[in-house]
Each structure stands twice: as structure tokens, then as C-alpha cells.
């Protein structure tokens, strides 16, 4: 059974750091790519990040370019997403999701990191609240 299970949300003052882990099973990272994605409520949902494995590609979208470092622990089937110099307009849910990349460019796959249609299996988000 394919799961994905989000951890490591919270409360953090502005300027902090959370790191997020998505745990993943039932697949291996060698055949897929693992994006970070949140949404606030009213609000779409949004890419972040995202990681091809085996050779660590990664993308992230501009907004969190410098603050958020995604990585990936291949022998625990875990996907981190270090968060620094968190602001308030980053509290969201925050969502893992995994996306196939079998026979597909791993280019083809980071440039394509934001299109939520070709991620699969979604994990159940966590909630990350940053106060002023």
C-alpha cells in the first residue's frame, strides 16, 4: 500500500526554522519524484519543491528559493524540507505527493516539478503556523 505521511509541522515565531518530513511506503524513490506543496485556506494549492531521485534534482519554486532546502534519505524512504527564515505568509498546510518518473528525463521531471496533475499519492498535509 502506497502511503505518504507528513510530520514536523507546528508553531514558530517569524524568523524560525521547522524541518518537515514526508515518510514514504509502498514504492521506491528510485521510480518516483517527491514534491512539497502547500495551500492556505481560500487559497490554491502551490508547489514548493521537488526532488528526483537517485540523483537529487531538485526544483524549487522562487518564493522559497535560499529559505527551504528539500532532501531526501533514500535508505529511510524519507523527503525533508528544511524551513528557515519562515515568515508569516508561510503558514499553510503543508503536503508531501510523489510522482512517477519512470522513462522520464530527470530534466523533464524538474522542470515539471509544478504540475499537480501528474503526482499520484498525496500525503495528508501538516499544518505550519507562523506568528508575527
Known amino acids: 500500500e502506497v502511503q505518504l505521511v507528513e510530520s514536523g509541522g507546528g508553531l514558530v515565531q517569524t524568523g524560525g526554522s521547522l524541518r518537515l518530513s514526508c515518510a514514504a511506503s509502498?514504492?521506491?524513490?528510485?521510480?518516483?519524484?517527491i514534491g512539497w506543496f502547500r495551500q492556505v485556506p481560500g487559497k490554491e494549492r502551490e508547489v514548493l519543491s521537488c526532488?528526483?531521485?537517485?540523483?537529487?534534482?531538485?526544483y524549487y519554486v522562487d518564493s522559497v528559493k535560499g529559505r527551504f532546502t528539500i532532501s531526501s534519505d533514500n535508505a529511510k524512504n524519507t523527503v525533508y524540507l528544511q524551513m528557515n527564515s519562515l515568515k508569516p505568509e508561510d503558514t499553510a498546510v503543508y503536503y508531501c505527493?510523489?510522482?512517477?518518473?519512470?522513462?522520464?528525463?530527470?530534466?523533464?521531471?524538474?522542470?515539471?516539478?509544478?504540475?499537480?496533475?501528474?503526482?499520484?499519492?498525496w500525503g495528508q498535509g501538516t499544518q505550519v503556523t507562523v506568528s508575527s
Open positions: 509502498g514504492f521506491s524513490f528510485d521510480d518516483y519524484a
Open positions: 505527493a510523489r510522482r512517477d518518473r519512470r522513462h522520464i528525463h530527470t530534466i523533464v521531471v524538474i522542470t515539471s516539478c509544478h504540475q499537480q496533475s501528474e503526482y499520484d499519492y
Open positions: 526532488i528526483s531521485s537517485p540523483d537529487g534534482s531538485t
